[in-house]
C-alpha cells in the first residue's frame, strides 16, 4: 500500500469490505465476526475494531497500513470508537504518544505458512500434554507473558516435549483456532535449560501440521520483537512475516476497568 488519501470511508460490517482486506492475515486472526464495532479505509491502508479474544477486551482498534494512512485512520476511528476503546494495534513504528502517552508498546511480528513444514529433529519426542495443570505451572515459570493460559477456550490441542527420566516438561505450544476459525500456534515456549536443542522448532513443526493435516490453507502465528532465535525458527518452518505491529492499551480506573 503506498500513498494515502484523507477521504475515509467507513463500512456498516465485514461484508463490505474489499476481498484483499477480508484475506489480510491481521484481520484473519483479530476479528470476531459476530462483533463489529467499526471498520475504516483510505487509500494506503484499512482500520477495524473487534473483540480482543485473547486479552479479553471487548473493543480493540488494528490499523493496517502506511506510516500516513495508519495516522489518518488512527486518528478517525478512535474518534468514532470514543471511549469504548481499550486500546490500539498499529504499523511499528507509528508515533502513537498523541493517544496513548508514554507508555511503552508491546512490540510483535505476525507471520503465516502455507505449506506443511520440513521435518525437524527430536519430533519424534513431541506428545500430547494433557495435564493443563502441569502446563500452566511450566508457562508461568518459563513464559509469563504468555498469549493464550493452559484452559483457554481457543485452544484445541497442547503438545510438548517432557525429560525422559522425570517426565517434567522442557517445551509445549498450542494449536488454537481464532474466532475466525483460523490455525494460529499460540503461547510456544521452551525451559531456559533446555533451549537450543531443537525443542521449540520440533513442537512448532508439529502444530504447524496440524493445521494442513486438517485441512487449512494457511497457518498463523505471532512472536514478540526482537526475537532472532524464533523468528529464524519460523522461517526455517516456512513461514514469513506479514505484519510487524506495536500495541497500546489505554490505561483504565475504576469501574472502567475489566
Known amino acids: 500500500m503506498n500513498g494515502t488519501t484523507t477521504t475515509v470511508r467507513r463500512y456498516a460490517g465485514y461484508s463490505e469490505l474489499p476481498e484483499r482486506v477480508l484475506a489480510d492475515t491481521l484481520l484473519l486472526i483479530e476479528t470476531d465476526p459476530a462483533v463489529f464495532h467499526g471498520a475504516w479505509s483510505v487509500e494506503g491502508g484499512y482500520a477495524y475494531s473487534s473483540i480482543d479474544a ?4 471487548p473493543c480493540w482498534l488494528n490499523v493496517v497500513g502506511s506510516p500516513e494512512a495508519a495516522a489518518v485512520l488512527t486518528e478517525t476511528a478512535l474518534e468514532d470508537l470514543g471511549e469504548k476503546c481499550y486500546g490500539i494495534s498499529v504499523p511499528r513504528g507509528l508515533d ?13 511480528d505476525l ?15 513431541v506428545v500430547a500434554a494433557d495435564d493443563l495443570a502441569a502446563v500452566q505451572a511450566f508457562l508461568d515459570r518459563v513464559n509469563p507473558h504468555h498469549s493464550v493460559s493452559a484452559g483457554h477456550p481457543e485452544v484445541e490441542r497442547w503438545l510438548g516435549v517432557a525429560d525422559e527420566g522425570s517426565g517434567e ?7 488454537t483456532r481464532r474466532k475466525q476459525g483460523t490455525a494460529y500456534l499460540a503461547s510456544i515456549a521452551t525451559a531456559p535449560e533446555s533451549r537450543g536443542l531443537g525443542l521449540g522448532a520440533a513442537v512448532s513443526a508439529v502444530l504447524t501440521r496440524l493445521a ?4 487449512d490453507k494457511v497457518c498463523t502465528l505471532a512472536h514478540y520483537h526482537p526475537n532472532e532465535g524464533a523468528r529464524r525458527i519460523y522461517q526455517r518452518l516456512g513461514y514469513r ?12 480506573t475504576g469501574a472502567e476497568a475489566v
Open 241 to 252: 512475516t506479514t505484519h510487524q505491529m506495536q500495541s497500546n492499551a489505554f490505561a483504565r
Open 111 to 125: 507471520m503465516r505458512c502455507e505449506t506443511p513444514p520440513p521435518a525437524q529433529a527430536a519430533e519424534e519426542r
Open 54 to 57: 485473547y486479552g479479553g477486551d
Open 96 to 108: 502513537v504518544t498523541k493517544w496513548i502517552g508514554g507508555d511503552e508498546p508491546n512490540l510483535w
Open 212 to 215: 494442513f493435516e486438517s485441512g
Open 169 to 175: 516438561l522442557l517445551a509445549v505450544g498450542a494449536f
